[in-house]
Structure formats: structure tokens, C-alpha cells
């Protein structure tokens, strides 16, 4: 999208077009476009797909690709990110917003504060000029993230050492305030003192006079603007008394309380950035986990090939000890792999023949040939960071409370000092006093605080819960799990393992029990069919030792048969018996009774002399992940209600909700009908979470107030969940609810305690019983303390990983 304006009364704009086949379809495009109320002309271009839109001056973007989706096309978007500098508390990044949406084609924008990135979503052919420009206009510098500018650290000053060199200066004018403490009275020269406070107000203080008029320029008001115009009223006032009175006796100046106030702000500054970069610890680890080099086997023999010329197909070599770089398939090797940092699973996974391997991943014993089955952006590991900087960009809906108090936040508090030199200028008649007040109420407030208290809890809770296998990618889903009340859980493949295993085997009368496996395994031995994977699954647990078959053949829609010693023997379904003339005889009711449960029964027959005859039955259920006892038992101790949805039987249904202790299930459900459940349960005001991990999930998935997805399901359930378990371990849903009350915890904790910094000291300071040199201490510290406490998520665990409660620290 581009866009031109030939005069103060028409706007030209450019919007990419997709899913336009033929010249109807441009006609449609052009005729939804010329339907909005200010387009004045409409043009679509199929070869280019390119709309050329003019209109009239306020006509919102959003309405016109709200119109071509409506036309059934979309309009091409791209998210383009940004690293914003001079930002210094939460009406800066107002502002920058602000600048951005006012960008023709921009549909979204969010500035987070915390790490100092601009996220916008526009349309195709936004480019980064165009935001920078816009960002520039308002005062602030913008990167591209990629391609931030390089600092060299070769012979630079630590970032430190403005606040040291201030805390020099600042160190003998606040002597003789510590003395007099103690009873010494000494008091240092007044042109000293001028000396000592001139470069730490003029010099390193320089960075707020800067930031205030750009905010100036702007038309609005930051943390900045406070500084310089409290720190400047103090020295001022300072420097006219000395001039006034050089030539008199002993009177107090108030050079100490600007540049203590400058000092304390810079170390209250570097404090609070240093905190702001641990909540990126998580995305930093993430990115650490990606080697550059990869041992690629070429002609049989092992090439270094950078990591990002690999494409799908080459085969990898990875050496015992190495980070796997691809996503992809053993093809020969066995090995145990850590899969910790990708989906917190805390013991090594076995990998052999077959099995897939995650990029970032940390090979163990074994040599591994690896195929690439995906590269780049592609990755697993790829996606979990960009999702997780989607999640950390974004902007809770209690967000959006904050910024509008932001916004008037620094005019309410110049107000505030204007009210405070008036009122003690009429009560005393000391304007010195007076003025000093006011200092101090400028110093106190403090709207950093306020714009850091959500989007670092955010990005605290976010990256360790992607450190511990789950993926929030949608920040109100974060923001509405804590609330949850009723849980609505998948059954096959989410509760359940999602393959038949072998429950149950029967022997018909006088037959052994341990012989009716050992023949059905011998026959499934020759058949890829998923009930032969379960049987040999269990031939393999006991140690069984199997006679080989011969001819070996498929019954089509009814079972398999082969030679045993010479002996027909056949495994099958009921109708198979049926054919064979066979009664099920005493096992007819264990039979009825498995299948009452949802199992699947197979019989196994020989022929013999006499005729067929049933040797024993065989049956086959989904079994229980054992992980699912604990984590049903677990959000039945946090007061939620369970819910089972499934496509199977009842009988089946019940049999797995009742081992469970699940409160309510819904079984021979449609993927429309568990979308129908869901809504009801709502409907009764709980608000609901669905987890799933099939396809036929995914509508109820959306339907939910939060979708939990596994990531051991498909890409499209994956997809429409706002939070992705990144291993089949259902434990992690309880502990996804944890961590986003943690988070929402921290975030209310922030918030009170910003609000109670302002809210107590600006009137302790408005009636004269705050020094301005406090006012500045607090102020400092207020910004600290609210990052500080939300850095405490690090330390959470959750019980998926540990076994057991950890407490908040």
C-alpha cells in the first residue's frame, strides 16, 4: 500500500488484493470499494492485484479492507516491527502510537515499553520510512529491529558511568544535609555548589531537557517533561538566590535537591533497564538455541554448510553433544535427545529410526542422520519465537484502562504544581517555599510506572511459561485464563493416548491365557495394521518369544489368517466368527461387557479336525494417559469444572470419564455439536476453556473463551488455540492457568502499587511534607520495584515439570 496526497481534500491509496481469478471478480472488488461512504473512485488492476482507491480526507483504511473481505477477498497485510528510542515512560509510547495509526494504511500499532518495540500491522507497501518518519515527527528515533544499528564495545565507557560521575558531583552538596544529621553544621560555598550542579543538571542531565521538547513539539507530556521542569525550578531558584543574596550571610540553596533528583532518576533509568532486559531472557534463550552450522552429508561425505542454505530433503549429521539444526526425520541412528528449552520436558527423549527431531534440540549419546524436513522460519523453534514476540508485543485489554490514564496523566500533574504554588503562595506569602512544592510534586509523579506494570508481567509470564512447554500466543487468552471456570477436555489423543493398545485377552475354555497372545502375535506379526502394533506392543512388554507363520493373508473388512505348524489360523471380527459358524459360548457376556465400554474385540479361531474352533478374544481400547489422573484431580483442587467432548460411544465415554472423575461428558458429538456444548456451558456463566488436538477440534477450539491446543496434534488445532501445550502432557493445562494468575497477579500488583506511588505522594507533596530529593528517591525506585516484582515470575515452575507445587516467591 502507498499512498499520496494531491491536495487538502483527496487521498490516494494503493491496497494489495488477493484471491482475485477473473475480470467479475475485479468488478466486484472495485464496486465494494466505491459502496464506502468517501471513495470517490475506485480502480483494480487483476495483473498487479492492486486496487487504486481515492478518497475523500478522513476515510478510516479499516473500512476498506473491511468491505473487499466483505467482497469474499482479502487485503494483503504485513507486520513490521520496530525498535523505538527516547521513549521514557507510558505516555511516550502513547505517542508513538498514536504517530503510527495517523500513517495512511497502518491498521494496528503497539508499543511496548518495556522492550522498546513498535509492532504495526498495515497493509502491502507500508514501508518502514513511512513509520519512521511518522515516529520521528513525534519526537522519537525508529530501527529496524533486523538491522538495528551496531555499537561497537571496543574502548566504550560502561553504561553506567553518567550515574557515576553525577553521584560524584551530587556526593558534597548533599554533605552537609548527611552532617547536620550527625551535628556538624557546615555548609559548602554557594558558587561551589553552582559548580558542582551546573554539569550534572546542564550536562548529564541533558537527556531530559532533550526528550521534554520533543514532547513539547508534539504537543503532549512525558516522565521527562516533569524532570526538567522540576529540576529547572530548583536550580533556578537556587541560582536567583545566590545572585540576590551572594553578599549576605548563611541561606540555604537548593542545588542538592536538582542534582540529587538527576542523579537518583539516572540510577532509577539504568536500574529499570537492566530488569527490562531479563524479561527478554526468555526470547534470548530461545534464540540461543539456533546453531549456524550444520554437518551436511554430501556424496557420503560431511560438508559445513550454514545453517541457512539448508533446504528440505539434505541429510544432516549430528554428532553426540551437538544442537540439532533442523527440523526433521532420523534416518539412521539411536540416540536420547533434550528437548528441554522446546517443550520443557525435563528428561531426554529417545529417539530412534522414524522419529521426528526438533531444531534447537540437544543430540545425547548416539550419531543421528537427520532429514531436513524443515528449514528457516519453518522451524518449530522458529515459530515458537515469533509467536511468543507476537504475545510479548501485543496489548492486554487492562492495558488499554492504563493508556487512557496515561494520557492525561502529565497534564493533571502540571496542573497539580500549578494548584500547589498557588495555594501556598496565598496561605504563606513564601514563594521559595511555594515554588519548592510544586518541585516536589513534579518530581513525584511518576507515569513510567503505570506503562511498565503490564507488558513486563506479560513478558515474564509469557517467556517462562514458553521455557516450560507452553506457548501463549494470544495475550488475552494470558489475560482471560486466570479467569476460568469450567475446562471442556477432547478425549482421543488429548486424555487419551490416541492408539489402540491391547486391554484385554480372553481363553476359551481349556485353553491357556498366555497362548492366546502368543498365537495372535504370531499371525500379527506379518501385518502393519494399528491393532498388530498393539498386540506386538504387548508380545514385546512380556518378553514373548513368537513361531513363525506361513501364508499369511488379508480378510478384507474382516481380519487375517495364516499357517501355524501347519494349522489354519484365523483373527478377526465378530462377522469373521459368524462366517465360521463359531459361538462365542461363556465368553459371549465378557465380550458384552468390554464392548459396553467402547473396546474393540477381535477373535481369535484354528481349524481343526472337527471344525472351527474359538481359541479366545482379544480386546482393544484407547488407553488413559497417565498423566491425565493428575491433571484432572489437579483443576478439580483449583474449583474448575471438567468437561469430556467426544465423537466416540457412550459406553466408551463413560468408562474413561468415570476412571477419571471427570464431572460431565458428552459423547457421539459432531465437530459443530461440541461447539454447541461449549456455547451452552457458557450460556450457564462459566467461562470456558476447550483442549484439543484434532482437526475436528478446532471450531471448538474458537468457540471457547481460551483454546489450549496440543502440539502433538494438527497445525489447524494449533492454529485456532490462543495457547499451544508444545507436549502431549494434559498436567499443562492446569499449569497454564497457573501462570497466567501469576501474571495477572503481578500485573494488578504492578498497577496498585504505581497507582499507590501517585496517589499518596503527590499530595504528601502538594501539602510541603515531601522533600524534593525524596520525591526524586521514590519516583526512581517506584519504576524499579513494579519490573523488579514482576521479574519474580522467573522463578515459577510449574508441577508438569517438577511433580510437585512450587510457591511464588
Not at 514373548?544 to 505348524?565: I, T, Y
Not at 475436528?696 to 481460551?706: E, G, K, M, R, T
Request: some cysteine; glycine content about 10%; proline content about 4%.
Amino acid at each position: 500500500m502507498s499512498s499520496t496526497s494531491n491536495s487538502d481534500t483527496a487521498l490516494e491509496l494503493r491496497l494489495g488484493i488477493g484471491g482475485m481469478s477473473c475480470a467479475s471478480c475485479v468488478a466486484r472488488v472495485e464496486k465494494a470499494l466505491l459502496r464506502v461512504d468517501g471513495v470517490t473512485e475506485s480502480s483494480v488492476n487483476l495483473a498487479t492485484e492492486e486496487a487504486l482507491v481515492k478518497t475523500a480526507p478522513g476515510v478510516r483504511v479499516e473500512a476498506l479492507t473491511e468491505a473487499v473481505r466483505e467482497a469474499g477477498y482479502r487485503v494483503a497485510t504485513q507486520s513490521i516491527a520496530l525498535q523505538i528510542g527516547g521513549m521514557s515512560c507510558a505516555s511516550c509510547a502513547g505517542r508513538v502510537e498514536k504517530a503510527l495509526l495517523k500513517v495512511p494504511g497502518v491498521l494496528n500499532a503497539s508499543v511496548n515499553l518495556a522492550t522498546e518495540k513498535a509492532a504495526v500491522e498495515a497493509l502491502s507497501g507500508v514501508t518502514f520510512s513511512l513509520l519512521a518518519a511518522a515516529v520521528a515527527k513525534a519526537g522519537y528515533t525508529a530501527d529496524p529491529v533486523a538491522e538495528q544499528r551496531a555499537e561497537t564495545t571496543r574502548n566504550r565507557l560502561p553504561e553506567w558511568w553518567p550515574i557515576a560521575l553525577s553521584a560524584l558531583l551530587t556526593l558534597p552538596l548533599m554533605a552537609p544535609m548527611l552532617l547536620g544529621l550527625v551535628g556538624v553544621d557546615w555548609m559548602l560555598d554557594g558558587w561551589v555548589q553552582l559548580a558542582l550542579a551546573t554539569p550534572v543538571q546542564f550536562w548529564l542531565g541533558w537527556r531530559f531537557y532533550s526528550a521534554a521538547w520533543k514532547a513539547v513539539k508534539a504537543g503532549a507530556g512525558n516522565m521527562d517533561l516533569l524532570v526538567a521542569l522540576g529540576t529547572s525550578a530548583a536550580y533556578g531558584l537556587s541560582l536567583y538566590l545566590l545572585v540576590q543574596r551572594g553578599h549576605e550571610g548563611a541561606f540555604h540553596l537548593y542545588f542538592e535537591a536538582s542534582a540529587a533528583i538527576i542523579t537518583l532518576v539516572l540510577l532509577g533509568k539504568w536500574l529499570e533497564a537492566r530488569a527490562k532486559r531479563q524479561t527478554a531472557d526468555a526470547i534470548r534463550a530461545l534464540n540461543a538455541l539456533r546453531p549456524s552450522i550444520a554437518r551436511v552429508l554430501v556424496d557420503g561425505q560431511e560438508v559445513m554448510t550454514p545453517v541457512e542454505r539448508l533446504t528440505v530433503g539434505d541429510l544432516v549429521v549430528v554428532r553426540p553433544g551437538e544442537r540439532i539444526a533442523v527440523d526433521g526425520e532420523v534416518v539412521d541412528g539411536q540416540s536420547h535427545v533434550d528437548e528441554a528449552l522446546i517443550t520443557g520436558e525435563s528428561l531426554p527423549v529417545a529417539k530412534n529410526t522414524g522419529d521426528k527431531v526438533t531444531g534447537g534440540s540437544i543430540n545425547g549419546e548416539g550419531l543421528l542422520h537427520v532429514r531436513t524436513m524443515a528449514t528457516g522460519t519453518e522451524t518449530t523453534l522458529a515459530r515458537i519465537i515469533r509467536l511468543v514476540e507476537s504475545a510479548q508485543a501485543a496489548k492486554a485489554p487492562i492495558q488499554r484502562i492504563v493508556d487512557r490514564v496515561s494520557a492525561v496523566f502529565v497534564p493533571a500533574v502540571l496542573l497539580i504544581a500549578v494548584a500547589t504554588f498557588v495555594g501556598w503562595m496565598m496561605y504563606s506569602g513564601n514563594w521559595e517555599q511555594a515554588l519548592i512544592n510544586a518541585v516536589a510534586v513534579l518530581v513525584i509523579a511518576c507515569p513510567c510506572a503505570l506503562g511498565l506494570a503490564t507488558p513486563t508481567a506479560i513478558m515474564a509470564g509469557t517467556g517462562v511459561a514458553a521455557r516450560r512447554g507452553i506457548l501463549i500466543k494470544d495475550v488475552e487468552a494470558l489475560e482471560l485464563a486466570h479467569s476460568v471456570t469450567a475446562v471442556a477436555f477432547d478425549k482421543t489423543g488429548t486424555l487419551t493416548e490416541g492408539k489402540p493398545a491391547l486391554v484385554a485377552f480372553e481363553p476359551a475354555e481349556g485353553i491357556a491365557k498366555e497362548t492366546v497372545l502368543q498365537i495372535a502375535g504370531a499371525l500379527q506379526q506379518t501385518s502393519d495394521h494399528p491393532l498388530a502394533h498393539a498386540v506386538m506392543e504387548k508380545v514385546r512388554e512380556l518378553g514373548m518369544a513368537l513361531p513363525a507363520v506361513s501364508e499369511a493373508k488379508v480378510l478384507p473388512g474382516r481380519g487375517l489368517q495364516a499357517r501355524l505348524d501347519g494349522t489354519l489360523i484365523l483373527l478377526g471380527s465378530a462377522r469373521l466368527m459368524q462366517e465360521q459358524g463359531v459361538a462365542p459360548g461363556k465368553l459371549a457376556a465378557v465380550a458384552a461387557a468390554l464392548e459396553s465400554e467402547g473396546k474393540t474385540i477381535s477373535w481369535l479361531l484354528r481349524q481343526s479336525d472337527s471344525g472351527p474352533e474359538l481359541l479366545g478374544l482379544l480386546a482393544f481400547g484407547d488407553t488413559i494417559k497417565p498423566a491425565s489422573y493428575q491433571a484432572v484431580a489437579r483443576l478439580r483442587q483449583l474449583g474448575i469444572k471438567t468437561v469430556m467432548l467426544t465423537g466416540d460411544n457412550q459406553g466408551s465415554a463413560r468408562a474413561v470419564s468415570a476412571e477419571l472423575g471427570i464431572d460431565e461428558v458428552r459423547a457421539e458429538l459432531l465437530p459443530a455439536d461440541k461447539s454447541n456444548v461449549i456455547q451452552a456451558i457458557r450460556e450457564q456463566g462459566y467461562v470456558v476453556a476447550m483442549v484439543g488436538d484434532g482437526l475436528n477440534d478446532a471450531p471448538s477450539l474458537v468457540a471457547a473463551d481460551v483454546g489450549l491446543s496440543m502440539s502433538t496434534g494438527t497445525d489447524v488445532a494449533m492454529e485456532a488455540a490462543g495457547i499451544t501445550l508444545m507436549r502431549g502432557d494434559p498436567r499443562l493445562v492446569a499449569d497454564a492457568f497457573d501462570v497466567s494468575r501469576r501474571t495477572y497477579r503481578k500485573i494488578k500488583q504492578g498497577l496498585f502499587w504505581a497507582f499507590a506511588y501517585n496517589v499518596s505522594g503527590i499530595p504528601l507533596a502538594a501539602m510541603g511534607m515531601l522533600n524534593p530529593v525524596v520525591a526524586g528517591a521514590a519516583m526512581a525506585l517506584s519504576s524499579v520495584s513494579v519490573v523488579a516484582n514482576a521479574l519474580l515470575l522467573r522463578h515459577w515452575r510449574g508441577s508438569a515439570t517438577t511433580g510437585v507445587e512450587r510457591t511464588e516467591k
